[in-house]
């Protein structure tokens, strides 16, 4: 075979593997009729290509579903979820469909990602640093985890776009004979900028990356090609932005949202072109100019156009946004969110996981990957490409560091810088006397050292899908092997137990009421359930004062209190699941573990009765291995005014009423209430249970109440517990 068909088949190998890693696990998500998504952000992605599957060709820009009751517009751009719903219509019309082509999305673009990763390495070295580079890739594990079936999040499709971003500027920097513009290089970037713009609410990110090198380089350089092709391409991208952002709904932010699609967006490569042109022109003009005065005015243009940007309040509070969500922290069930955690323990901020588990031994070496490039910098040949590969490892290793996050977006530059640094590492070692041979062997071993950890992660799944393929798989329900498929399960049966809401697909249309949960069970709420939520994965950048009050619900100990925020908040049903280290006398531990009945330290809650709960044996929010905890991972209870019971009785006399209840499950529990009589002759207590019940939850007998040394037996409706009725049992039934 000759050199180009050897190259053909390496990137072919590599591509292989990555798509075989991110394949495994298949199992756990294709199960008979059932489809398993990943749980996490995903499953909002899933909710609204869902929308644009149905209405076809239309798209949800406003989603009264999120943020209960107001509603927000949606923060996300609809391109990825857009293309899920278009790829799915292709294949037929069913919600299996939809679901089956969704989770085989992120594993297709995590492993094209592949490709544009070999060509950055290749730019700067050779074709064996771009199959190493390729090859670290597919076995990043931050990357494998994130683009593995199932998994409808966006970030392995930005991880590809932004790879493509930076291969493409590598070759807009690197040198060539003629000084023309290149019309592919510039439809090229219009293309990819627009594709990132309208995929990831996060884009500005990489557009900063790349306007700045574009432009830095160019300038500096004197590189008269660079520059045309760079502002032209900007400039075309903010004209074809324009329209789109015009017809969107304002944004969460303003206008000039940096956290979201907005004109600042345009603005910026509207600047962007502006410099490159202004430069450009200085350059063609073919005046005389030294390094020094090339310096004074890239630091002048940038000044001045700083100072402009921020002189506007609006692009103030649009910055400001952006800046409160790289500074977020928000924790669900006690348990920081992982991935605004920081790679390694820094001063006040401490990391959850090893970060082995991320990069393996190359977590280490992140702070030096910027070297590796700048390293191959000497090579006049391939200075500007490595320049710019230093600049983007440097901007977002240092950004994976600081939030585990950024490291999707590291992961396509590190992987070249990492590939490079071994390569280097084998010249040197050649160069200390090693034979060829040995060095490689070395270096190879070096690398699988490095490895180990990422390689063992893709193992176990790898070695789970074979013996399930010869049947020696998982035992049991499948479904429950895994804490997306016990989400998924209990949601799908909320559905099936709580009234059916308007709006799901028709935003024309208002739900009638809300569902609150653990705000990271928030967006598997919005697809399965198919309910709104007060709280969900967008945390509190929505509406902040909403969302605090959402999260302080399950923390507060007065039921008054939580039956206030449950009004303002529009709930109709509440989720409880475990909290761990979580107040004991809170109204999140009191409903999950008590199910709201009196104990020897805390009072009843006498508006809150059990719907459903479960999975039996499923896995919950943090107990995701299934430990087999008696109470199921999580519970649906309906808010309701509670039938008031009322007896005549002395002064101070104690009342109290229980009722045996046993959910279909087979769990049994007492749900039990007591009070003291009041002065006008009364006593009197609430209960939020009938004894009439036809859902999973059936009370064994009658109400069970004593008032001193008298007991009674009490029936009570359905219609009493939900409208709030008196009901005065006849004494002489008294026993």
Not at 16 to 24: C, G, P, Q, S, T
Not at 529 to 537: E, I, K, Q, V
Request: glycine share 10%; net charge positive.
């Amino acid at each position: 075979m000759g050199s180009r068909t050897l190259q053909i088949v390496g990137i072919v190998f590599v591509v292989l593997i990555a798509f075989v890693v991110r394949a495994a696990g298949l199992e756990f998500v294709l199960v008979g009729d059932e489809v398993i998504m990943a749980y996490g952000d995903g499953m909002y992605h899933a909710r609204r290509a869902l929308f644009s599957f149905v209405n076809f060709p239309a798209v949800l820009w406003y989603d009264s579903y999120i943020n209960y009751p107001d509603g927000a517009p949606v923060m996300v751009p609809p391109l990825l979820d857009w293309i899920v719903a278009g790829v799915a219509r292709l294949f037929g019309t069913s919600q299996t469909v939809f679901e089956r082509t969704l989770v085989w999305m992120a594993p297709l673009y995590g492993t094209l990602a592949v490709i544009p990763v070999y060509a950055i390495a290749r730019r700067v070295r050779s074709h064996a640093t771009g199959l190493l580079a390729g090859l670290l890739y597919a076995l990043m594990p931050i990357m494998f985890q994130v683009s593995r079936v199932g998994n409808g999040d966006h970030h392995s499709a930005v991880s590809l776009l932004g790879a493509a971003l930076l291969a493409t500027c590598m070759v807009l920097l690197a040198p060539r004979e003629s000084s023309n513009t290149r019309p592919w290089v510039v439809f090229t970037l219009v293309f990819l900028r627009l594709a990132l713009l309208l995929s990831w609410n996060g884009s500005l990110l990489y557009l900063g990356l790349l306007e700045a090198t574009w432009l830095l380089c160019g300038a500096l350089g004197g590189r008269r090609s660079v520059l045309a092709e760079g502002w032209i391409s900007a400039g075309i991208t903010s004209i074809a932005l324009m329209p789109i952002v015009l017809a969107l709904p304002v944004p969460i932010g303003g206008r000039l949202s940096a956290g979201a699609l907005s004109f600042l967006h345009v603005l910026a490569l509207f600047g962007a072109a502006i410099g490159g042109a202004g430069f450009w022109r200085l350059e063609v003009s073919r005046l005389p100019i030294n390094a020094t005065q090339r310096v004074v005015r890239i630091l002048a243009f940038g000044i001045t156009g700083a100072v402009i940007g921020l002189a506007v309040p609006a692009v103030r509070q649009g910055l400001g946004f952006v800046l409160e969500m790289f500074s977020s922290s928000v924790q669900h069930s006690g348990l920081p969110t992982l991935e605004l955690m920081p790679l390694f323990s820094l001063p006040g901020r401490i990391a959850t996981r090893p970060p082995e588990y991320y990069y393996g031994g190359f977590a280490y070496l992140i702070p030096l990957a910027p070297f590796a490039a700048l390293i191959a910098a000497r090579n006049p040949e391939h200075r500007l490409p490595a320049i710019a590969l230093a600049a983007w490892a440097g901007v977002l290793g240092m950004l994976a560091i600081w939030q585990i996050r950024y490291g999707w977006d590291f992961a396509a530059a590190g992987s070249a810088c990492f590939a490079l640094g071994l390569i280097q590492f084998r010249g040197v070692a050649e160069g200390a006397g090693i034979p060829k041979k040995g060095a490689v062997l070395f270096v190879a071993l070096l690398a699988i050292w490095l490895l180990r950890a990422p390689l063992y992660q893709a193992y176990l799944p790898l070695k789970q899908s074979v013996d399930s393929y010869r049947g020696q798989g998982f035992r049991g329900d499948v479904v429950l092997g895994s804490r997306s498929g016990s989400i998924m399960r209990f949601l799908k049966t909320v559905r099936e137990h709580t009234p059916e809401t308007a709006g799901y697909l028709d935003p024309e249309q208002q739900p009638e009421y809300g569902v609150l949960s653990d705000w990271g069970l928030g967006h598997a709420l919005h697809y399965y359930a198919r309910r709104a939520s007060a709280a969900d994965g967008f945390g509190n950048l929505l509406a902040r004062e909403r969302f605090s009050d959402a999260v302080e619900f399950f923390q507060r100990r007065r039921e008054s209190e939580a039956l206030a925020s449950a009004e303002r908040l529009g709930l109709r049903f509440v989720i409880a699941s475990s909290h761990r280290g979580a107040d004991p006398q809170s109204i999140g531990v009191r409903l999950y573990g008590e199910d709201g009945s009196r104990t020897h330290s805390n009072r009843a809650l006498t508006h809150f009765r059990l719907i459903v709960e479960g999975p039996k044996n499923g896995r919950g929010l943090v107990d995701p291995t299934g430990s087999g905890s008696a109470q199921a991972p999580f519970k649906l209870f309906e808010i309701v005014e509670g039938a008031l019971i009322e007896v005549r009785a002395a002064a101070r006399t104690r009342i109290v009423a229980s009722l045996d209840l046993e959910h279909e499950g087979g769990r049994r529990f007492t749900y039990r209430v007591r009070n003291m009589a009041r002065d006008d002759g009364w006593a009197r207590v609430r209960v939020p249970y009938s004894t009439s019940s036809e859902g999973p939850l059936q009370s064994d007998g009658l109400y069970r109440v004593q008032v001193g040394s008298t007991v009674f037996e009490v029936a009570v409706s359905d219609e009493a517990v939900r409208t709030g009725a008196r009901i005065r049992p006849a004494q002489e039934k008294s026993r």
